[in-house]
């Protein structure tokens, strides 16, 4: 079975620095796996993915994640964080070799901005 | 373009109610289709998920059923609600798996969301 889990439900950073999501998988085949983006009372949008091609995935709004097979992780960074980018964020993995395909989310991290 | 409807965004129903939410798909063919609940404080929990017409995978033992008429929609019911049923609940969908094409299984494409307050 697969899964995903999301170190550290919180995290603050101040407007400025580096933001550094964390979040390991477990799947028993070659994952795809996904970063999301939640605003408050909507649903979420894909911040970007990775499937198998460049272990270095570039997503919107200058946010990056490193596919790391041997540390089986894909952690979520952004140089700079800007006060627009507080919000819940969500990584996911799905099965690669499934016909009875489904997306599993970690807990989330709350990312807060401090001014 | 595929796009994706769930309604209604906000729902406040009284306890032993029943419950019926609908999600529909339009612009893709035979698409996975997924209902997950986001309680508060908590992840995204899968609850149901379905790879065609009338199937439907259960992946929590819960006061919730859901069903999938046609292709495109997909329906999360309950006979009597439970306190515990509130929560933000959504619908989504994914290219469905084509024996390991790349692009097929890829990311889920979420809905805005059905916020559900049992009183």
């Known amino acids: 079975a697969q899964s995903v889990t999301q170190l550290g439900s919180h995290v603050s950073v101040s407007e400025g620095a580096l933001v550094l999501l964390r979040c390991n998988y477990s799947s028993s085949v070659p994952p795809y796996l996904f970063w999301y983006v939640q605003y408050p009372n909507q649903g979420l949008q894909l911040l970007l993915k990775?499937?198998?091609?460049?272990?270095l995935v570039k997503g919107i709004n200058g946010f990056e994640a490193e596919f790391k097979k041997s540390e089986t992780s894909f952690h979520l960074t952004k140089p700079s964080a800007h006060m627009s980018d507080a919000a819940e964020y969500f990584c996911?993995?799905?099965?690669?070799?499934?016909?009875?395909?489904?997306?599993?989310f970690g807990s989330g991290t709350r990312l807060s901005i401090r001014p | 373009s595929q796009t994706i409807h769930q309604w209604p965004a906000t729902l406040v129903q009284p306890v032993g109610s029943p419950l019926s939410l609908e999600c529909t798909v339009e612009?893709?063919?035979?698409?996975?289709l997924y209902w997950y609940r986001q309680a508060a404080g908590r992840g995204l929990q899968l609850l149901f998920y379905?790879?065609?017409?009338?199937?439907i995978s259960s992946e929590v033992p819960q006061n919730l059923s859901a069903s999938r008429p046609q292709d495109r929609q997909f329906i999360l019911s309950s006979k009597k609600l439970l306190l515990s049923d509130s929560g933000f609940y959504l619908c989504?969908?994914?290219?469905?798996?084509?024996?390991?094409?790349?692009?097929?299984?890829?990311?889920?494409?979420f809905g805005q969301g059905t916020r559900l307050t049992v009183v």
């Open positions: 612009g893709t063919s035979n698409p996975n």
């Open positions: 996911a993995v799905s099965d690669t070799y499934s016909s009875a395909s489904k997306i599993i």
């Open positions: 990775y499937t198998s091609a460049a272990t």
């Open positions: 989504a969908w994914s290219v469905p798996y084509w024996g390991g094409i790349e692009g097929s299984n890829t990311e889920a494409f």
């Open positions: 379905s790879v065609g017409i009338g199937q």
